[in-house]
């Protein structure tokens, strides 16, 4: 048995659904009200790699960081992001201020983890038509900088693409790995 354990962070404005995503994914669970996070929250969540890592019986461990409030003002902000392997940027798609904020959370995240890896999700997508959400994505100029693995409409709310999203974050990060052994 071969466990790789990556931190990972959860970041972006208030109320976008960073709490909800996780607990969508870790516990699904979803929650209208508003789920205040005390502190840092820290969730763990194993993932099975057989049929993408040459290790047979090989697992990723997300160790996920969940912050409460802003981000960019927190005094603990440093000691969240310091050590993680990835960060999943997160806007709500119905308020285009939170996607516009998103580069100002990637540098943050970059500034302190150089080589860190980036997914936007663009959360409450059951708001949304699809058709909509796809202007908004292209509209996300950033997807061009190369740490962004990718971009995905999620919904906490009714779960689509979420477990898609972490596993293909999961992914990435192993393939990352394996191409500098
Ligand atoms: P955080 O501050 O970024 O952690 O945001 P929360 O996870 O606490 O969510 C803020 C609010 O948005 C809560 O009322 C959630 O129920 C709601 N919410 C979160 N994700 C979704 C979603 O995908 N769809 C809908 N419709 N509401 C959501
Ligand atoms: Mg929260």
């Known amino acids: 048995m071969f466990i790789i354990s990556k931190k990972l962070c959860l970041l972006g404005e208030i109320a976008v659904g960073k709490t909800s995503l996780v607990r969508r994914y870790v516990d699904r669970q979803f929650s209208e009200r508003y789920l205040s996070t005390i502190g840092v929250k820290i969730s763990r969540q194993t993932i099975n790699l057989k049929k993408i890592h040459h290790y047979e019986q090989s697992s990723l461990q997300f160790v996920i960081w969940d912050i409460e409030g802003q981000i960019k003002f927190n005094y603990l902000t440093p000691n969240y992001l310091q050590g993680a392997s990835a960060a999943i940027a997160v806007a709500d798609i119905t308020r285009y201020s939170t996607i516009e904020r998103l580069s100002e959370y990637i540098q943050l995240f970059l500034s302190i983890n150089p080589q860190g890896k980036i997914a936007i999700a663009l959360n409450k997508s059951d708001l949304f038509k699809q058709k909509e959400a796809t202007k908004i994505i292209e509209e996300v100029v950033i ?13 906490a709310k009714t779960g689509t693409n979420v477990d898609e999203m972490f596993k293909k974050v999961g992914e990435q990060l192993i393939n990352f790995d394996n191409q500098c052994y």
């Not at 997807?143 to 919904?155: D, E, F, L, R, V």
């Open 143 to 155: 997807k061009n900088h190369p740490q962004i693995m990718g971009i995905y409409p999620t919904s």
